[in-house]
């Protein structure tokens, strides 16, 4: 896929990223709660594995799109695509607004660079 398209699935799976952020972020609370008070406001342990459940089932989601989940926490997505006749990843880390990094795709995350502004 080129730079386009993998802006186009990284704002379609946007719901999905979103539900990620917000379970695993409760779901770390309530086990810190449990573990350290014995209880949560958000929960016992029947909330947790509610909120491990749904976790795993948007982070299967994102991996059913055919974008590679290279981290949950925090989420670090690569798009397969090609640039300029090599074969690339568009990288996408949580907390950057957009795909603006690449990498060669046999270079992984310490070989990322920006994407140029005519670059697609």
Do not use: Q
Not at 25 to 35: C, N, S, T
Not at 49 to 55: I, P, Q, S, V, Y
Not at 89 to 115: K, N, Q, S
């Amino acid at each position: 896929m080129d730079l386009a398209e993998a802006r186009e699935r990284l704002a379609a799976l946007r719901p999905h990223l979103d539900a990620i952020v917000a379970v695993r972020a409760d779901l770390i609370e309530l086990r810190v709660d449990l573990e350290t008070l014995g209880n949560s406001p958000l929960g016992g342990l029947a909330d947790a594995k509610a909120h491990e459940a749904r976790l795993y089932a948007e982070l299967e989601a994102v991996g059913a799109s055919g974008v590679e989940l290279k981290g949950w926490a925090p989420l670090l997505l690569d798009f397969p695509g090609e640039r300029d006749g090599v074969a690339v990843l568009w990288c996408w880390l949580e907390g950057e607004a957009d795909i603006t990094w690449y990498h060669r795709a046999d270079c992984g995350f310490a070989g990322r660079r920006p994407v140029d502004a005519d670059a697609g």
